[in-house]
């Protein structure tokens, strides 16, 4: 006879009415809750001690952390038979874009339908692996050559009419999102490798006629920041001070001098790490890593034990494309990448992309609790 005290009876209990009710993922929610209490943390200091931004943060967060438990409820197979309208959908509306977008800033990303108001790239960040997933969990793996050139269609038709938007950054996320797919479903080395070749040999033809000035100015300056110190390089000194000046410990919480005496571009949004860094220091960075390290492991753990090859396909593309946002953001404000406009998941302030973000989490969770309901 096995005895159980009445405390964890009651803790296994709640786990059992979260997972099997709310389908919700307790050790994928603590730290994308974690990071998220940790971000709010980080933009009161970034916007001047401003409450009132924060709580529209906080609001949004409420928003995307809710959708993220809806599409949890939606079982995987459902996901599945969504798919394909839900790419069609995207890739109208991507076209619909550089015909009726916004214009801000020289670019059209905006669709403004009234009360609403998205941007559709975001709505591809999903569309795009559940369909691929779809194309390719379907057969057997390896890849035979008809699936991986569909795959390449699919994959260069949204990333190209979001590039002309021009939106680099997000096309390159999107098309990663697809490649990602590709990788784990078993494309051959020689095939990576040789499509690697071709994107390096094709860079002079990149640069001279698809690249814009600003894009190349990018490159430039993240080749040699110095060539403009008080021009487009300015930014990305004041980012690498921002960091090195944290130290350890960091010169704490609403001490940091270089965003709050605004040397530091878009403090709230694509350069917030630097804001952390100077406050929190080198343990600060380290604890934003560890929980990101947890969301990875938890999303692969989920991924390797999903019971399909559409689950499996899905559940990693999801992972891994969240680990490039963070390794892209952070590389691009301590200057080991080019600035490409990626930012800081749960971190930085937005709103269509925190919701994009967490409803893939929220398929993650679906994946892992209904497993025994696949078919």
């Given at each position: 006879?096995?005895?159980?005290?009445?405390?964890?009876?009651?803790t296994?209990?709640?786990?059992?009415?979260?997972?099997?009710?709310?389908?919700?993922?307790?050790?994928?929610?603590?730290?994308?809750?974690?990071?998220?209490?940790?971000?709010?943390?980080?933009?009161?200091?970034?916007f001047?001690?401003?409450?009132?931004?924060?709580?529209?943060?906080?609001?949004?967060?409420?928003?995307?952390?809710?959708?993220?438990?809806?599409?949890?409820?939606?079982?995987?197979?459902?996901?599945?038979?969504?798919?394909?309208?839900?790419?069609?959908?995207?890739?109208?509306?991507?076209?619909?874009?550089?015909?009726?977008?916004?214009?801000?800033?020289?670019?059209?990303?905006?669709?403004?339908?009234?009360?609403?108001?998205?941007?559709?790239?975001?709505?591809?960040?999903?569309?795009?692996?559940?369909?691929?997933?779809?194309?390719?969990?379907?057969?057997?793996?390896?890849?035979?050559?008809?699936?991986?050139?569909?795959?390449?269609?699919?994959?260069?038709?949204?990333?190209?009419?979001?590039?002309?938007?021009?939106?680099?950054?997000?096309?390159?996320?999107?098309?990663?999102?697809?490649?990602?797919?590709?990788?784990?479903?078993?494309?051959?080395?020689?095939?990576?490798?040789?499509?690697?070749?071709?994107?390096?040999?094709?860079?002079?033809?990149?640069?001279?006629?698809?690249?814009?000035?600003?894009?190349?100015?990018?490159?430039?300056?993240?080749?040699?920041?110095?060539?403009?110190?008080?021009?487009?390089?300015?930014?990305?000194?004041?980012?690498?001070?921002?960091?090195?000046?944290?130290?350890?410990?960091?010169?704490?919480w609403?001490?940091?001098?270089?965003?709050?005496?605004?040397?530091?571009?878009?403090?709230?949004?694509?350069?917030?790490?630097?804001?952390?860094?100077?406050?929190f220091?080198?343990?600060?960075?380290?604890?934003l890593l560890?929980?990101?390290?947890?969301?990875?492991?938890?999303?692969?753990?989920?991924?390797?034990?999903?019971?399909?090859?559409?689950?499996?396909?899905?559940?990693?593309?999801?992972?891994?494309?969240?680990?490039?946002?963070?390794?892209?953001n952070?590389?691009?404000?301590?200057?080991?990448?080019?600035?490409v406009?990626?930012?800081?998941?749960?971190?930085s302030?937005?709103?269509?992309?925190?919701?994009?973000?967490?409803?893939?989490?929220?398929?993650?969770?679906?994946?892992?609790?209904?497993?025994?309901?696949?078919?």
């Open positions: 006879m096995r005895f159980y005290s009445s405390d964890s009876a009651v296994s209990a709640q786990l059992s009415f979260l997972q099997r009710r709310l389908h919700v993922d307790l050790a994928l929610l603590t730290p994308l809750l974690l990071l998220s209490i940790f971000g709010a943390i980080v933009l009161y200091s970034a001047g001690a401003q409450i009132e931004e924060v709580e529209k943060h906080v609001v949004r967060l409420c928003i995307a952390f809710g959708a993220m438990v809806a599409v949890a409820q939606v079982p995987p197979r459902r996901l599945r038979d969504w798919a394909p309208s839900l790419y069609a959908i995207s890739l109208l509306l991507l076209f619909a874009v550089l015909v009726f977008g916004v214009a801000e800033g020289g670019a059209r990303r905006w669709l403004d339908l009234g009360p609403l108001r998205f941007q559709p790239s975001e709505m591809m960040k999903l569309a795009l692996p559940m369909m691929l997933s779809v194309l390719l969990g379907a057969g057997e793996l390896p890849l035979r050559w008809g699936r991986v050139g569909a795959s390449l269609l699919l994959i260069l038709v949204p990333a190209g009419a979001i590039a002309v938007e021009p939106d680099l950054g997000t096309a390159l996320l999107v098309a990663m999102s697809g490649f990602f797919i590709l990788f784990l479903a078993g494309l051959a080395w020689w095939v990576i490798v040789g499509m690697t070749t071709l994107a390096v040999a094709s860079a002079p033809l990149v640069w001279f006629f698809f690249l814009h000035d600003y894009q190349r100015r990018r490159v430039l300056i993240f080749l040699d920041p110095e060539r403009d110190p008080l021009g487009a390089g300015y930014h990305i000194i004041q980012s690498k001070i921002a960091i090195g000046s944290g130290g350890l410990y960091g010169k704490g609403l001490n940091g001098t270089q965003a709050h005496l605004s040397f530091l571009p878009e403090q709230h949004t694509d350069f917030v790490f630097a804001v952390l860094a100077e406050e220091g080198l343990i600060g960075v380290i604890l560890v929980l990101y390290l947890a969301v990875v492991a938890r999303g692969l753990r989920i991924a390797s034990h999903a019971q399909d090859n559409y689950a499996r396909l899905l559940a990693g593309s999801i992972v891994l494309t969240f680990f490039i946002y963070y390794f892209v952070i590389g691009m404000v301590s200057a080991m990448l080019p600035v406009g990626v930012p800081l998941p749960l971190i302030y937005g709103g269509t992309s925190m919701v994009t973000l967490l409803a893939g989490f929220g398929m993650l969770m679906s994946i892992h609790t209904h497993r025994r309901l696949l078919v």
